[in-house]
């Protein structure tokens, strides 16, 4: 059986950045031209090569950047992703209704999350969180299931605050203070009816089927305005995950070099190995066919 070397693993993804978490269902917020205009192309392109970065990292570089208007971009909510390049992505849900949500952690890092509906005018959570977790991708005990999968009920209270595109979104939030590092992903919605719920699913059904079908084109539509700078920024979204999970290999396989666990992989490993680890770090179940379809591993 052919065997990698984790060297091999490190020099094939040299390019990628570090990569940690963000929401893949609902679809979330993107980087767009207003991500760039409002926060600057170096901004929007760190997310654009990789959505899962985290927020201080970012800010090592901003305020640096003549093009990064820090009220505009607002890089504490929603990581700086602007409604304005999702307008065609909000979903349409009912007070009291369920929704599904699930999360991608490409790197654990012990911390805190929660999701919260945002008063989008004033960036300050609408009452409590939906759900909330005081330990989140634990790295000593691992990411739980219910960490990356897991329901929230729309409130049956908010009258028509949220009735408006744009006036609210639904934030996921993540703090490591271990890392010193803070993710958010964005989902737009609105909230009209009175929560009777008779259409909830259909409805819901439908604006998810619709706006799938846009995470292909408004990533590919980011990815082309903002690759003037940028290095990886055609990467789509399989490769993401990709190179974010060999970021993962490079530093499990540092902190912890010999043993073979389920999250962290061994010096020497087996393709099957890889792709074990791969999709349990990532949550990834096609993990075959992300791996293959990057460009210059395997
Ligand atoms: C929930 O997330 C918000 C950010 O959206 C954060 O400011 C707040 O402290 C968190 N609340 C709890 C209880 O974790
Ligand atoms: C997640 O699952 C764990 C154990 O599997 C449980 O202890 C915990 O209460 C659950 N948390 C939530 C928010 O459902």
Same mark, same amino acid.
């Given at each position: ?47 654009? @090569? ?110 028509? !605050? ?35 719920? @008779? ?21 590919? !539509? ?21 190179? @974010? ?33 791969? !999709? ?19």
């Amino acid at each position: 059986m052919k065997s990698f070397s984790t060297a091999f693993g490190v020099a094939a993804f040299a390019s990628t950045v570090a990569g940690h978490g963000y929401i893949t269902s609902p679809q979330p917020r993107e980087p767009g031209d207003a991500m760039i205009a409002a926060c600057g192309k170096q901004v929007a392109n760190t997310f654009s @090569s990789d959505i899962n970065g985290n927020i201080q990292g970012v800010l090592q570089i901003a305020p640096s950047q003549s093009d990064y208007d820090a009220d505009k971009c607002n890089i504490w909510t929603c990581k700086g992703m602007q409604f304005d390049d999702n307008t065609d992505n909000v979903q349409s849900w009912t007070a009291g209704e369920k929704v599904p949500m699930k999360v991608n952690i490409a790197a654990p890092h012990t911390g805190t999350a929660n999701v919260s509906i945002i008063d989008t005018a004033s960036s300050s959570p609408i009452g409590e969180p939906l759900i909330a977790w005081s330990v989140y991708a634990s790295t000593a005990t691992g990411v739980q299931a219910n960490q990356t999968s897991f329901d929230v009920t729309i409130p049956s209270d908010l009258g028509s !605050k949220c009735s408006t595109a744009g006036a609210c979104t639904l934030q996921w939030w993540w703090d490591s203070r271990e890392a010193d590092q803070t993710y958010e992903s964005c989902v737009d919605f609105t909230v009209g009816g009175s929560g009777s719920g @008779s259409s909830s699913g259909s409805s819901s059904g439908s604006a998810q089927a619709a706006t799938s079908t846009q995470a292909a084109a408004s990533s590919t !539509k980011a990815a082309s305005s903002a690759s003037a700078t940028a290095t990886a920024a055609t990467t789509p979204v399989n490769n993401v995950l990709t190179t @974010s999970a060999a970021a993962t290999a490079a530093a499990s396989s540092t902190a912890t070099p010999s043993q073979g666990s389920s999250s962290t992989l061994p010096e020497e490993f087996t393709a099957e190995q890889f792709i074990s680890w791969f !999709k349990q770090v990532t949550g990834v179940t096609n993990a075959r066919r992300s791996l293959r379809s990057h460009p210059r591993a395997f």
